[in-house]
């Protein structure tokens, strides 16, 4: 499959055109009439973002910032608030990171299977199921049984998920499909909440979320000095009992794959001088791409996603202990870990590597690019790690 030429619009973008003039008193609207609309385009937009409209969702965006103000009136304010977490929950959807997973990864890894269950650890995220139904729809066998297991949604996102797939999954003369929806916390998650059965092929999916089972109540270290290059304990894999626990469990229902996307760097030393030196050097990359992205816009535009990373080098600098949940980890001790408890890695794209660059380039995410390093998928901005893709299954599979 080739590249989107330059006269084609790829299928998902992330212009998020939110660049307007301020508010003007003139608009016409008195303050009621226009907190109606400001309620109404929220929740419409909150619709799309959850069903991964960006389009929509961006032409809602525009109008609410006509209409809001971080400056205006408590209803003007309010909506300036939330369009901001909207916008920056439109971005941390990376669309070339997805089309990068559904292509020749988890659908080749569960095709051909009868009984295919998803388990699911946060995202939720209809742009990852929806290819993925119909990659497996057409299996040598008729189409599989599904069955999803979504952990930790909101009631709201799971009936617009439960809605999106089960129309996909007629379209496909897939009719038998099932939702087992897990009101909890990932550090809560037990294992009768996945109601998993021995018929079943399983995968687990968990994208930039698995690093706050890490979160544990360490001792500071207060010291400020940068660690020597040549000692030791920098590179050391810290031990976390919640997190071994968890592995332990999940190899206990032996999945035929698990899915790991992690941010490619190491923000979960008790040094503050270690975690805020790295990141230091993880953030400016993606500020450099925010840079690029969104090149033209206003400042007010450029400031609602840098507040989403700002809040993640907040928890990473100021947080301590148990409330420090942003523990980001490199690749190489993600593969310790997991290799401890008892998983191999596996290839999914070793095939397919060309088709997957050429589906994140395709989006155009300017300076983005894969790469192929130690066994893992590396998605790279000017060839500096971003997020780490890897694939996981028991020994003995």
Same mark, same amino acid.
């Given at each position: 499959m080739s590249s989107a030429s330059p006269s084609q619009k790829p299928d998902i973008?992330?212009?998020?055109?939110?660049?307007?003039?301020?508010?003007?008193?003139?608009?016409?609207? $008195?303050? #009621?009439?226009?907190?109606?609309?400001?309620? #109404?385009?929220?929740? &419409?937009?909150?619709?799309?973002?959850?069903?991964?409209?960006? +389009?929509?969702?961006? &032409?809602?965006? +525009?109008?609410?910032?006509?209409?809001?103000? =971080?400056?205006?009136?408590?209803?003007?304010?309010?909506?300036?608030?939330?369009?901001?977490?909207?916008?920056?929950?439109? =971005?941390?959807?990376?669309?070339?990171?997805?089309?990068?997973?559904?292509?020749?990864?988890?659908?080749?890894?569960?095709?051909?299977?009868?009984v295919i269950h998803i388990i699911d650890l946060g995202s939720g995220d209809p742009k990852l199921w929806a290819p993925f139904i119909r990659g497996v729809a057409n299996g040598?066998?008729?189409?599989?049984?599904? $069955?999803? &297991?979504? =952990?930790?949604?909101?009631?709201?996102? #799971?009936?617009?998920?439960?809605?999106?797939?089960? $129309?996909?999954? $007629?379209?496909?003369?897939?009719?038998?499909?099932e939702f087992n929806i897990v009101n909890a916390k990932l550090r809560e998650l037990t294992l009768d909440m996945l109601k998993v059965n021995s018929d079943e092929a399983i995968a687990l999916t968990s994208i930039l979320g698995l690093h706050a089972l890490l979160a544990e109540d360490d001792r500071v270290d207060a010291r400020f000095g940068l660690h020597n290059n040549n000692d030791k304990k920098i590179n050391q894999v810290k031990e976390c009992k919640r997190m071994t626990e968890f592995l332990e469990m999940i190899r206990s229902i032996r999945p035929k794959v698990v899915l790991l996307v992690e941010q490619e760097s190491d923000h979960n030393s008790t040094r503050l001088a270690d975690r805020f030196v790295e990141g230091l050097h993880f953030y400016s990359a993606l500020f450099d791409w925010i840079d690029v992205k969104f090149s033209g816009f206003s400042c007010t535009d450029r400031t609602r996603l840098e507040e989403m990373f700002g809040q993640e080098i907040e928890d990473i600098v100021a947080g301590e202990g148990l409330e420090r949940e942003e523990r980001h980890e490199r690749y190489v001790k993600w593969a310790f870990r997991f290799t401890k408890a008892g998983f191999r890695p596996v290839r999914l794209w070793y095939e397919t590597m060309d088709e997957a660059r050429e589906m994140v380039e395709g989006c155009r995410l300017g300076g983005f690019k894969v790469l192929s390093q130690k066994g893992s998928l590396m998605i790279c901005w000017h060839e500096r790690p971003i997020y780490a893709v890897s694939a996981w299954t028991c020994f003995g599979s």
């Open positions: 973008t992330l212009s998020l055109n939110l660049s307007s003039p301020s508010p003007s008193p003139n608009d016409g609207l $008195k303050p #009621q009439e226009r907190s109606v609309e400001l309620i #109404q385009l929220l929740l &419409t937009c909150a619709n799309h973002a959850s069903s991964g409209n960006l +389009r929509h969702a961006d &032409t809602c965006l +525009r109008r609410i910032s006509e209409l809001a103000s =971080v400056s205006g009136d408590s209803m003007e304010r309010l909506a300036a608030r939330f369009a901001s977490a909207l916008a920056a929950r439109l =971005v941390k959807r990376w669309p070339g990171l997805y089309k990068a997973l559904n292509n020749g990864g988890l659908g080749l890894a569960m095709s051909g299977e009868q040598p066998d008729g189409p599989p049984r599904l $069955k999803f &297991t979504f =952990v930790g949604l909101s009631k709201e996102a #799971q009936e617009r998920l439960q809605g999106r797939l089960v $129309k996909e999954a $007629k379209t496909l003369n897939i009719m038998q499909i």
